[in-house]
């Protein structure tokens, strides 16, 4: 068996599915800014969200909208003005 074409596979299957991570992170991404109502770009200590933890919820396989619940129920949620 050719040692290189194995290795392409390999290769190849590690960006399809790094592809496949990024779209997935963006369809969640678009769907939290719509329950939020806003742009995700906040400033968590300021308003109560941010980008960063979004993207740790979505790493950890919770929903948009487990976020967005979470979000709105915190005393300093603000949605930030665009």
Same mark, same amino acid.
């Given at each position: +068996?050719? &040692?290189?074409? +194995? %290795?392409f596979? /390999? *290769? %190849?299957?590690? !960006? !399809?599915?790094?592809?496949?991570? /990024?779209? $997935?992170? =963006?369809?969640?991404?678009?769907?939290?800014?719509?329950?939020?109502?806003?742009?995700?770009?906040?400033?968590? /200590?300021?308003?109560?969200? =941010? *980008? $960063? /933890?979004?993207? $740790?919820?979505?790493? &950890?396989?919770? =929903?948009? !909208?487990?976020? *967005? &619940? !979470?979000?709105?129920?915190?005393?300093?949620?603000?949605l930030r003005? $665009?």
């Amino acid at each position: +068996m050719n &040692t290189g074409h +194995m %290795e392409f596979a /390999e *290769i %190849e299957q590690q !960006l !399809l599915a790094g592809r496949q991570a /990024e779209q $997935d992170w =963006s369809r969640w991404y678009r769907q939290a800014e719509q329950l939020l109502g806003g742009n995700l770009d906040g400033d968590g /200590e300021e308003n109560g969200y =941010s *980008i $960063d /933890e979004a993207h $740790d919820f979505f790493c &950890t396989k919770k =929903s948009p !909208l487990e976020y *967005i &619940t !979470l979000v709105r129920a915190r005393p300093n949620f603000e949605l930030r003005a $665009d």
